[in-house]
């Protein structure tokens, strides 16, 4: 799997800046028809050239991000931000403790039985895992993997958004 997320993101690296930020703005379209009746979503903070999800800042939602604290991951509402683990933007203040009706899931690798490969860390998985939430995974088209093999830990997305299909 080390193979297909490397290869992944060394292709995802090689769109220019301009695809990135026009498939970007095309996935994000397409994330606001999905999670159109949802009240609270959590976003995340786009490092590593990943979908910029920023225009969805904006939506007039309960919006949060995540923190990784330990070994875990919390939610928090959106507000003031410092560099964290790994040099990612989180959020200062109280972990939410309410229901999240979605969440917007990077990625470094997909396929079309709707596994996710990330950094393989496995904070998005050991979050997603205990919580009852629509997962949406975006990337690019150019993500996309064949092979990949998922562990009993890994969770799967519920639908992968890219700037060509929404897949379910």
Do not use: H
């Amino acid at each position: 799997m080390f193979d297909a997320r490397k290869k992944a993101r060394k292709r995802r690296k090689g769109l220019s800046a301009d695809d990135r930020e026009k498939f970007s703005a095309i996935i994000c379209e397409k994330a606001k028809e999905v999670i159109k009746n949802a009240d609270t979503v959590m976003l995340y903070s786009p490092i590593d050239c990943e979908v910029d999800v920023f225009p969805l800042y904006s939506l007039n939602k309960n919006l949060l991000l995540p923190r990784v604290e330990g070994e875990n991951m919390v939610a928090c509402k959106i507000g003031e931000t410092q560099r964290g683990a790994f040099g990612v933007l989180e959020p200062i203040g109280n972990a939410y403790e309410g229901k999240i009706d979605c969440v917007i899931v990077p990625m470094c690798a997909f396929d079309r039985e709707l596994n996710r490969l990330g950094f393989g860390k496995g904070y998005y998985d050991r979050f997603l895992s205990v919580r009852d939430t629509l997962k949406v995974g975006v990337a690019f088209s150019c993500q996309q993997a064949e092979g990949i093999v998922p562990k009993d830990t890994d969770v799967k997305m519920d639908l992968i958004i890219t700037e060509k299909d929404i897949l379910r």
